[in-house]
């Protein structure tokens, strides 16, 4: 039996900066929305320092990969599946030439083994003083 229009809403990850779940589950696709390093119930970025102005002073692209990773299985273990059935990662990241290399080494630490399609693009920003989001869908088991 399939689900029609599931939505999901995690009470360990971040919570959404607007009107969206954490994921909606399609049959036996899950989708989660995109997914930043954010802690729960704060503001608090993990290795973001803002200057005065809201602006980031300085920020470590390791912690933020970690966080990212650990809030989205956080969601796709709340919503029914797991970090083993992730299918297909979009990575969004706003500084390619430097974080590229970090992320993608972090990256392989968390997919020893059949890792999911991916594709990373370059933004000049996203809608927090972060500098990773990643746009997973996953398969749910029934």
Not at 14 to 19: A, I, K, W
Not at 56 to 74: E, G, L, P, R
Not at 104 to 115: C, G, H, Q, S, T
Not at 123 to 139: G, Q, S, Y
Request: charged content about 20%.
């Amino acid at each position: 039996m399939s689900h029609k229009n599931e939505s999901f809403d995690s009470k360990k990850a971040p919570e959404p900066v607007g009107l969206y779940p954490h994921a909606k589950r399609v049959g036996e696709l899950l989708f989660l929305s995109g997914v930043g390093p954010r802690e729960r119930g704060t503001k608090i970025i993990p290795g973001v320092n803002l200057a005065s102005d809201g602006t980031v002073a300085s920020y470590d692209i390791t912690a933020q990969c970690h966080s990212v990773f650990k809030n989205v299985k956080n969601i796709l273990e709340d919503s029914g599946s797991s970090w083993g059935q992730l299918v297909d990662v979009t990575v969004y990241l706003t500084n390619m030439k430097t974080d590229f290399p970090i992320y993608n080494k972090i990256w392989a630490e968390y997919f020893k083994e059949n890792p999911p399609c991916r594709t990373t693009v370059e933004v000049n920003c996203l809608p927090t003083p972060i500098a990773i989001e990643l746009k997973c869908i996953a398969t749910v088991n029934n």
